[in-house]
């Protein structure tokens, strides 16, 4: 039985994933840089979703999903929020795979980076100040 809000409704109980837009054929480059830079596990899409193109990775209780999307328009603005327990690796990790990092310390109590992915949507990893 899903746990209830103070208000009777059925509560939120976690995000499950977040779906980011990529072009067609960017199988390759999603994979170059989710599971080799990031180290995430790509996960077996569905047959039946399979067909659509795209593909699917996990890595420490994130999931993330990459769906073909025509016309492709890159997400710069909207953004997923990683927390990681060791931004400074992750940044070191993506910026050795050549990928940029923007460090940004305009959010009280969290040392975070940006950074996007090979399509251009924008990813914000964070780590709480003083763990």
Request: glycine share 14%; with cysteine.
């Given at each position: 039985m899903p746990e209830t809000?103070?208000?009777?409704?059925?509560?939120?109980?976690?995000?499950?994933?977040?779906?980011?837009?990529?072009p067609r054929g960017g199988e390759d480059a999603a994979r170059a840089f989710y599971a080799?830079?990031?180290?995430?596990?790509e996960l077996e899409k569905p047959a039946?979703?399979?067909?659509?193109?795209?593909?699917?990775?996990?890595?420490?209780?994130?999931?993330?999903?990459?769906?073909?999307?025509?016309?492709?328009?890159?997400?710069?603005?909207?953004h997923p929020g990683v927390l990681v327990d060791d931004v400074a690796a992750v940044a070191a990790a993506l910026e050795q795979a050549?990928?940029?990092v923007v460090w940004d310390d305009a959010f009280?109590?969290?040392?975070?980076?940006?950074a996007a992915?090979?399509?251009g949507n924008r990813l914000e990893f964070l780590?709480?100040?003083g763990d």
């Open positions: 809000s103070d208000a009777g409704r059925p509560a939120l109980v976690a995000l499950h994933h977040t779906q980011l837009a990529m080799d830079a990031l180290g995430m596990l039946v979703l399979a067909a659509r193109g795209g593909c699917w990775f996990r890595g420490g209780g994130v999931e993330l999903h990459l769906g073909v999307e025509d016309p492709f328009a890159p997400a710069r603005k909207a050549g990928h940029a009280p109590g969290f040392r975070r980076c940006y992915d090979p399509f780590e709480p100040e």
